[in-house]
T-cell receptor, first 113, second 111 residues
């Protein structure tokens, strides 16, 4: 298995633009998580899905953030409009039903200028 | 908010020495997991210890858990330069059904 695949690896965009981050979880994993990592706040859970259904989105900072999981092999995190304070590394992770160990992707480093 | 707090925030040791990192948490847990993050990379799962376990080993890693003190420690024996990374503890609470990460310890192993 190629692991959790995220794209793009790096994204530089101008303030106000729409940004879409993509994630392909490991086949057979039924939970998917989006985390954001910054120096100031560390790793924050934004949202997670169980069997493609959003379970907890309490970590999503504002309405500008939205996430979808149309099927078991794909998820997106969208920021519209983006702001400089959204600059961070965004990680996607997936886990099997027993939740005993998450597998993380390599992350998307987002810079909003 | 962070469930776990790692201590120390940064640790620098010589190759061959042992490295010990501590984690404290606030609420009851189902299990506690340790992850490693190399610079610019995603987190890698190292080891999991359940709430009814007190100690667990995996290669050069030894994890302890004290649920009465709500704390855990990660010991890396005979450290190597390749162990240089940030180490995070993460707690899994059944009620929340999600993993919450601590603030991390930056370990530097020097030759």
């Amino acid at each position: 298995d190629a692991g959790v695949i995220q794209s793009p690896r790096h994204e530089v965009t101008e303030m106000g633009q729409e940004v879409t981050l993509r994630c392909k979880p490991i086949s057979g994993h039924n939970s998917l998580f989006w985390y954001r990592q910054t120096m100031m706040r560390g790793l924050e859970l934004l949202i997670y899905f169980n069997n493609n259904v959003p379970i907890d989105d309490s970590g999503m900072p504002e309405d500008r953030f939205s996430a979808k999981m149309p099927n078991a092999s794909f998820s997106t995190l969208k920021i519209q409009p983006s702001e400089p304070r959204d600059s961070a590394v965004y990680f996607c992770a997936s886990s099997p039903p027993d939740r005993e160990g998450y597998t993380f992707g390599s992350g998307t480093r987002l810079t909003v200028v | 908010s962070q469930q776990g707090e790692e201590d120390p925030q940064a640790l620098s040791i010589q190759e061959g020495e042992n490295a010990t990192m501590n984690c404290s948490y606030k609420t009851s847990i189902n299990n506690l997991q340790w992850y490693r993050q190399n610079s610019g990379r995603g987190l890698v799962h190292l080891i999991l210890i359940r709430s009814n376990e007190r100690e667990k080993h995996s290669g050069r890693l030894r994890v302890t858990l004290d649920t009465s003190k709500k704390s855990s420690s990660l010991l890396i024996t005979a450290s190597r330069a390749a162990d240089t990374a940030s180490y995070f503890c993460a707690t899994f609470t059944g009620g929340g059904n999600k993993l919450t990460f601590g603030t991390g310890t930056q370990l530097k192993v020097e030759l």
